[in-house]
């Protein structure tokens, strides 16, 4: 696509409840990340994951979190058990691979946890 | 330990009115050097990429410079669209793609 897509833009959730996020790259790109974004804080690495390499989870900030990629594209983001902390914009990047810094961001999705 | 600080929290300029950001970093040893604009309810936009020291980048109203400790994002006769929020972001060299991430500069630019 021509740029990154998350979906959905917005989403409210009820506290205890799971919730699945998604991230469609730019075709191409084998480097996708994962990214949480506080108000006044920055950037939260999550995840990353590059081909089909197995995934650096250490950004995940508890169990509660997966995420996977599929066919090296698509990726979801999973958080179970939902918390109020967790409620942030979560983003995703993508790039043609490591390396790259300047990576291509989607419009995120505005997590808030009632 | 390694930390990105960005200065100040929030800008306010009246239209023409140039200044300057900073992205103050401290790391081991330093692969790159990232500087992103944000407009609110968007993800970060990339602008600049600056890998050694002397290294300077232009785009349009925007330049930015790197020193060994720190980087500036100077804005020459700064217009209302350029007002958004910028975030600073280094690699280290020990790093093949995290980045740390500053908490970015908030910048209006009234006219």
């Known amino acids: 696509g021509a740029g990154v897509s998350q979906s959905p833009s917005n989403k409210v959730t009820e506290k205890g409840k799971d919730v699945e996020l998604r991230c469609d790259p730019i075709?191409?790109?084998?480097?996708l990340y994962w990214y949480r974004q506080s108000l006044g804080q920055g950037l939260e690495f999550l995840i990353y994951?590059?081909?089909?390499?197995?995934?650096?989870k250490s950004g995940l900030p508890s169990d509660r979190f997966s995420a996977e990629r599929t066919g090296g594209s698509v990726s979801t983001l999973t958080i179970q058990r939902t918390q109020q902390e967790d409620s942030a914009v979560y983003l995703c990047?993508?790039?043609?691979?490591?390396?790259?810094?300047?990576?291509?961001f989607g419009s995120g999705t505005r997590l808030t946890v009632v | 330990e390694d930390q990105v600080t960005q200065s100040p929290e929030a800008l306010r300029l009246q239209e023409g009115e140039s200044s300057s950001l900073n992205c103050s970093y401290t790391?081991?040893?330093?692969?790159?050097l990232f500087w992103y604009r944000q407009d609110p309810g968007k993800g970060p936009e990339f602008l600049f990429t600056?890998?050694?020291?002397?290294e300077e980048k232009e785009k349009e109203r925007l330049k930015a410079t790197l020193t060994k400790k720190e980087s500036f994002l100077h804005i020459t006769a700064p217009k209302p669209e350029d007002s958004a929020t910028y975030l600073c972001?280094?690699?280290?060299?020990?790093?093949?793609?995290?980045?740390?991430w500053g908490a970015g500069t908030k910048l209006i630019i009234k006219p």
């Open positions: 790391v081991s040893g330093l692969r790159g």
């Open positions: 600056l890998y050694s020291a002397g």
């Open positions: 075709s191409g790109h084998t480097a």
């Open positions: 990047a993508s790039s043609f691979g490591a390396n790259q810094g300047g990576y291509t």
């Open positions: 994951f590059q081909g089909n390499s197995a995934p650096d």
């Open positions: 972001a280094v690699q280290a060299l020990y790093s093949n793609y995290q980045l740390i």
